[in-house]
């Protein structure tokens, strides 16, 4: 136990676990089964490590092992170097790093195997939890994060059975190209407040709900697939009268292209001065950004429009490639 609480602390790429709540306590543990006396003590700390994974697997929906579920999760999200690299679909590694990311891997397999049942026995616990087969009673997933859930199982399924280390790196690899890392490939859906924040159940609205206006939803498709695609797409300004079907028009791209690696930011006109805030967290990442703002639109006295204004025709700092402008108003000019 000593042994692997010293190997945590040799972490390089994924450093970043050391700092979690659970982690932590995982730690105390491991170092206090070797040199605390009072089993009491140890028994309480037990415990409070399995009631916050079972709170952590009960609000994120988490089925199966308690432990091995929660620190798949901390790996899928951690946000690295490596991780960021392979997001962006740079995943060719040159040899150090390759070598840094092995030597963390090794240190987090065994971290992942960690014999509960034996802890248990060496504090003199009787009772018959097992961290294992949790099922929350939550309700049913949306497409996304039922998505997000099946990657998160055939990543610990690697953990399990990939015997190479080297395999089980092509694996991380795969998951960081595929889903991304951090809230980014948790959620599809953010609002801002002074940071991006997931939203968890977005609209679940779909084109093929809304009836009517073929033309208009076939130039935000076209637009929309070739901006996933990486090709040239154009910022959108919806107008109309209200109720017309315009935010949901917008709403329903995500849900079909999240899948495609798009992301969509809600952002109000009160907001509108944190543009660049919001532009610098996401313009090295390897998602597309649709930057959404419903019902806009401009006094004369109001000053706030210069912010997007400058972005969308250009300034010192240019607008990234991976993010577009998408608006909704009742006005055909906003201001």
Not at 217 to 245: C, D, M, R
Request: one cysteine or more; hydrophobic letters at 35%; charged letters at 30%.
């Amino acid at each position: 136990m000593m042994e692997m609480e010293l190997k945590l602390h040799r972490l390089i790429i994924y450093r970043n676990l050391i700092k979690d709540e659970i982690i932590q306590d995982v730690m105390k543990l491991m170092k206090e089964l070797k040199n605390s006396k009072n089993m009491e003590d140890l028994e309480n700390l037990y415990y409070q490590i399995y009631s916050k994974l079972v709170q952590n697997a009960e609000r994120k929906q988490l089925h199966g092992d308690l432990w091995q579920n929660y620190l798949i999760e901390l790996i899928a999200r951690d946000e690295n170097v490596f991780s960021l690299r392979c997001e962006k679909g740079e995943g060719t590694l040159n040899h150090s790093l390759k070598d840094f990311v092995l030597h963390d891997i090794k240190i987090l397999r065994k971290l992942y195997q960690m014999d509960w049942q034996e802890i248990k026995k060496r504090i003199g616990i009787q009772d018959e939890l097992v961290f294992g087969d949790f099922y929350p009673e939550g309700g049913s997933l949306n497409e996304f994060c039922f998505e997000y859930h099946q990657r998160l199982r055939k990543l610990g399924e690697a953990f399990q059975k990939e015997h190479s280390h080297t395999a089980l790196l092509q694996h991380i690899m795969d998951y960081y190209a595929d889903a991304g890392c951090g809230d980014l490939s948790r959620y599809a859906a953010f609002y801002w407040d002074n940071g991006l924040v997931g939203i968890p159940d977005p609209d679940p609205i779909r084109l093929e709900d809304l009836i009517g206006y073929e033309y208009q939803k076939e130039i935000l498709i076209k637009n929309t697939e070739a901006f996933v695609k990486g090709k040239k797409a154009n910022n959108v300004l919806l107008y109309g009268e209200k109720g017309t079907g315009k935010s949901s028009s917008v709403k329903a791209l995500l849900n079909r292209y999240a899948k495609d690696g798009l992301r969509m930011i809600e952002l109000s006109k009160g907001q509108l001065m944190d543009f660049y805030k919001i532009i610098q967290q996401i313009r090295e990442r390897g998602q597309r950004f649709i930057i959404f703002m419903d019902d806009l639109s401009f006094e004369d006295f109001e000053t706030e429009y210069k912010y997007i204004k400058a972005l969308i025709e250009g300034g010192l700092q240019k607008k990234p490639e991976n993010v577009l402008i998408y608006v909704t108003s009742n006005r055909k000019h906003l201001v």
